[in-house]
Structure formats: C-alpha cells, structure tokens
Nanobody
Framework: VQLQAFGGGLVQPGGYLRLSCAAC????????MSWFRQAPGNEREFVAL????????YYGDSAKGRFTISRDNAKNTVYLQMNSLNPEDTAVYYC?????????????????WGQGTEVTVSS
C-alpha cells in the first residue's frame, strides 16, 4: 500500500491542524494505522494509533487530550486532528501502516510509511 500524508504547515501556538493520510493500492481497512513524528535530532516518536475498524485508539503521552486520530475506511484515509499546538509539536509527521496486532509503539513494527508532512508551530 502507498501512503501519502498531507495537511502540515505553519500554525501559531494554540492553533490547530488536521493531517490526512491517503492510501492507494490496497484497502486501508487491512491495516492498523499510526501517526509518528520526528523532530530534528530526535528519534521517531509514536503519536497515535487507530485499529483497523477504528474502534480502538492509543495515544502517546504528548498527544493525549489534544490530538484525535480517526479513519474513514470508505475514503481510504486516516486523520490526525491536532489542537492546542505548541512549539514542541514542531516535527515531520508520518503515517504508517501495520498488519500485525499487539505492540504498536515501535517504528520497526510498521511495514508501510508515508513520506511525511511538516508541521511548524511558531509565532
């Protein structure tokens, strides 16, 4: 499956963005989907996961209470709604797909990655 992430940009602190991850090649409902992010000099960090059906979600500590992951399998798209953004959220955001169940925080668990979309939070 090919993934394409988009929706990043420059936003002021306290603002919001919605990222999208569109899939082509295979139906997205086959995969658990996650968002990761990577800031310069940092390791890739888990942000959020949504199960194949959308019935289960998990969030990294930095995302809890501010970000919401969702999916529309009919549109083959996964979303990340990000609210109350702060400069520490500045990073390249990646969507990723996994076929296995269970563990989800490690980037190596994912088989497919989008190209990343850059988010900059700055005044």
């Amino acid at each position: 499956v090919q993934l394409q992430a988009f929706g990043g940009g420059l936003v002021q602190p306290g603002g919001y963005l919605r990222l999208s991850c569109a899939a082509c090649g295979r139906t997205l409902s086959m995969y658990g989907m996650s968002w990761f992010r990577q800031a310069p000099g940092n390791e890739r960090e888990f942000v959020a996961l949504i199960s194949r059906s959308g019935g289960t979600t998990y969030y990294g500590d930095s995302a809890k209470g501010r970000f919401t992951i969702s999916r529309d399998n009919a549109k083959n798209t996964v979303y990340l709604q990000m609210n109350s953004l702060n400069p520490e959220d500045t990073a390249v955001y990646y969507c990723a797909a996994k076929t296995t169940i269970g563990s989800y925080r490690g980037p190596s668990l994912y088989s497919y990655w989008g190209q990343g979309t850059e988010v900059t939070v700055s005044s």
